[in-house]
Structures are given as structure tokens and as C-alpha cells.
């Protein structure tokens, strides 16, 4: 490993054609995109491929057209209009399958830029908080340039890269992207409790980011032997793994461990996975896998949505023609959870968008949308206003139960259009 003076200097290793991996989530890697941005003003036709940049802006500037296309797993809030525009690519992938084509070179990468932790006295460098498809590219790629920073937690699992991998790198004292805790809102609340109604002792949980998966956590400290096996978790589960309400003690699959393939959140999250064996950080193309996920029982997925319409149809990722997100992990959980013994499948969302002005769960997808969970394999669906377990029912069924959860304001409207 070669060390170099200043981010500019790293990113001369990068040329004209190549095809870069960023490392994603809250592990990216922000003076080292800064610079790759002056870098690629040099350059032509650079691709750089992501699963979800946090801070991208830098990359997403309109004079980089021609010089730099970013190739999007997953779109964020960076990336979201210049993928509308036609001036960035959204590909529509299971996350679990990510890793697979970076493995067999269907996507080629010749550069990885990746942000770790010191090495210890062996050599090994941290992928830290951010795993997922990373340590798949990491393998994957001709040349390796790395952040070193003091500030990344030092992570057990598959997050481990050898010096030897490296091929430049440079040290870099600088603060993690953190996500504070938020309090859920009063709607956020009142969906995470018809959520943990469903939860019963020994469930194994996947959980995302932000106000709905919080409040069911905070619902959840009278559970029992609780396991986790979730592509992320954030600030809420270390006080569940705390109190002994997570234990993992029932799980097939890494009995005793929380699985996950990379953290978002504050500090003390971050504090919590340093040099902790109980958390497992894995290679997504496992965690992720409906196969793996299923040996453990009582696997319960909760996911979010978009919209939903009255046959249970889910679109996430999309509104109409907009990509607004990603495909993810979503049908991964879902489908893992469908053939756990004793498993679930939620799909969580507020009842109204814009204020209350629309509702989310609709006669029909607006036009464009994708669909990105079937209706065959929708399980429950979730609002504040109740719980609709769709699994086995008929499309006359599924609108009622579906009408019964949506917004007052628009059932009438909502009836009218089914039967009309």
C-alpha cells in the first residue's frame, strides 16, 4: 500500500473510461468524491456506480456532463433528479444480487474507493458501518483506494480488508455522516404499534431506517429472545439488545449475532458496533438472500411504501415516471420471509401524502409506476389506521381490508372507484 499526500493525488490512479465503486451509506467517503469531481474535469467518460451516496453533491454538478455518469442501485437525494433528467442511470436490482454481478464482472469495476478503519497489527484494515455490496466490489476491483480514518469503527464480520488489497491510500481524521435520532411522529406511532401487535416473542426482525421502524423498537422491550437478521439497522436496537429483549438465542443462521450489512445513525450507534462480536456485518449477497433468510424462523420483514393499490400491488421506489428510491432489499425480506416457519411480511405506510391532500393506498398505481412487490406475495399491510393482512384473499377481499385502513377522508372515494 502506497500512501499518499492529498485526495487529488489519490484520484490520479483514475483515467478516462473507468468504472468506479463508491463506498455507500453512511461510509462515503465525501473529501475523496470531492476530489474525484476536480479529477474528472480532466477525464472523459467516467462511470461511477453507487447503491446510495450520502453528501454526492459534489458528483452530481452540471459540468461533469461528459465527464462523469453516476450508475445508481438505488437513487437518493443527490442523484434523484439528474437520474429524472436522463443525466444519471437507475438500475432496478435486488440488492442480494448486487454483489453477484460485481463478482462475475457484469459490472466491471476497475477502481474501488472505499473508507476504513486504521489497520490492525495484522494488517487488516475496517470496511466499519457500511458493508453491504462494498466488500464484494473491494474483491472485485483492478486497483483500490482507500480513506483511512481514525473516526471508522473497527467491525467484526466480512468487513475486513488487508493493506495488501490496497493499492494507495490516505489518512484522514475526519467525522462520520451521522443520522441523529428523531422522535417518531404521532402517525409514525400509531404505525409502529399496529406493527408490534404482530411481533411476538423469538421473531427474527428486519428492520430499515427512520420514524416507523423506531417506534416499533420502542414498543418491543416485553418481547422475549428477539433475533435480528436485517440488511440495516439504526439508533433505536442497541437499548432492545441492552435490555436482553434482542438475543438472538433462537436463530439457525449466526445464532447469538445481529446480521446486518451496514448501520446509518448517530454517534453512539456507531460506538456501539465498534469492536463488538455480537454484530455481525456480512456481505450483503448473504444477508440479503431469500435462502439464508428463511432458515431462521419466525423471520418477520417490515418495509415501506410508496403506494399501495386495492389488489395489494406495492409500489417502492417510484412515483409514476419519478424514480424516487430503489428496489433494495425489500423483495428479498419478503420473499425470505414467506418461506420462514412462521414468518412475516409487512408493508408499512402512513394513509395520506402531501399533507393529507392524497391518499397512499389508491384504486389503481399511478401511471408509470413500478410495482416493485407483487400482489401474490403481499402478506400485511399497515397504516395508522389499522392492520390488513392480505395473504389468501381475494381481490374483493383485498380492497375491503385495504379501504378499512385508509385515510377516513378517502374511503367513500375510495369504494366508489372499486365498484364503479
Known amino acids: 500500500m502506497k500512501l499518499t499526500s492529498s485526495p487529488q493525488q489519490l484520484m490520479q490512479l483514475i483515467q478516462s473510461g473507468h468504472r468506479v465503486w463508491c463506498h455507500s451509506m453512511a461510509a462515503t467517503p465525501v473529501p475523496l468524491l470531492d476530489a474525484l469531481a476536480q479529477r474528472a474535469l480532466e477525464l472523459q467518460d467516467l462511470t461511477v456506480m453507487q447503491l446510495h451516496l450520502e453528501h454526492a453533491e459534489s458528483i452530481c454538478t452540471p459540468e461533469l456532463q461528459g465527464h462523469l455518469r453516476n450508475r445508481c442501485f438505488f437513487a437518493g437525494e443527490s442523484t434523484r433528479a439528474l437520474i429524472n433528467s436522463g443525466q444519471a442511470d437507475y438500475v432496478p436490482l435486488f440488492l442480494s444480487e448486487l454483489p453477484k454481478r460485481l463478482r462475475s464482472g457484469d459490472e466491471r469495476v476497475d477502481v474501488a474507493i472505499i473508507q476504513v478503519s486504521p489497520p490492525d497489527a495484522h494488517g487488516n484494515c475496517s470496511l466499519g458501518i457500511s458493508v453491504e455490496a462494498t466488500a464484494a466490489a473491494v474483491q472485485s476491483a483492478s486497483k483500490v483506494v482507500a480513506m483511512i480514518n481514525p473516526q471508522m469503527p473497527r467491525t467484526h464480520g466480512d468487513s475486513f480488508v488487508n493493506i495488501r488489497q490496497i493499492d494507495t491510500a490516505i489518512e484522514c481524521d475526519w467525522l462520520l455522516i ?14 409502529g404499534r399496529n406493527i408490534a401487535g404482530l411481533i411476538e416473542d423469538g421473531d427474527c426482525l428486519q428492520m430499515g431506517i427512520g420514524g416507523v421502524p423506531d417506534a416499533v423498537l420502542e414498543q418491543l422491550a416485553d418481547r422475549k429472545d428477539l433475533g435480528v437478521h436485517t440488511e440495516m439497522f439504526s439508533n433505536a436496537l442497541p437499548r432492545l439488545i441492552e435490555l436482553g429483549v434482542v438475543t438472538n438465542s433462537r436463530k439457525k443462521k449466526q445464532r447469538g449475532k445481529s446480521v446486518t450489512g451496514f448501520v446509518m445513525g448517530n454517534r453512539a450507534l456507531y460506538d456501539f458496533v465498534d469492536d463488538n462480536p455480537s454484530v455481525a456485518f456480512l456481505d450483503i449477497e448473504y444477508v440479503n438472500d431469500p435462502t439464508i ?27 409514476g415516471t419519478q424514480i424516487y428510491s430503489g428496489v433494495g432489499g425489500q423483495v428479498d425480506f419478503v420473499t425470505g420471509a414467506g418461506f420462514s416457519k412462521g414468518g412475516k411480511s409487512i408493508i408499512a405506510l402512513p394513509s395520506t401524502a402531501k399533507g393529507g391532500a392524497m391518499s397512499r393506498i389508491v384504486p389503481t398505481l399511478a401511471a408509470g409506476s413500478g410495482v416493485v412487490t407483487t400482489r401474490a406475495q403481499v402478506d400485511f399491510v399497515v397504516t395508522e389506521f389499522g392492520v390488513a393482512k392480505l395473504k389468501g384473499l381475494s381481490l374483493r377481499e383485498r380492497a375491503e381490508v385495504l379501504i378499512s385502513i385508509a385515510h377516513p377522508d378517502f374511503r367513500d372515494g375510495l369504494i366508489s372507484k372499486w365498484i364503479g
Open 293 to 319: 433468510i428463511a432458515r431462521n424462523d419466525q423471520v418477520v420483514s417490515i418495509n415501506s411504501a410508496l403506494q399501495v393499490d386495492l389488489s395489494g400491488q406495492v409500489c417502492a421506489d417510484s412515483l
Open 178 to 191: 451521522e443520522h441523529p435520532y428523531q422522535e417518531p411522529t404521532k402517525i409514525q406511532q400509531a404505525i
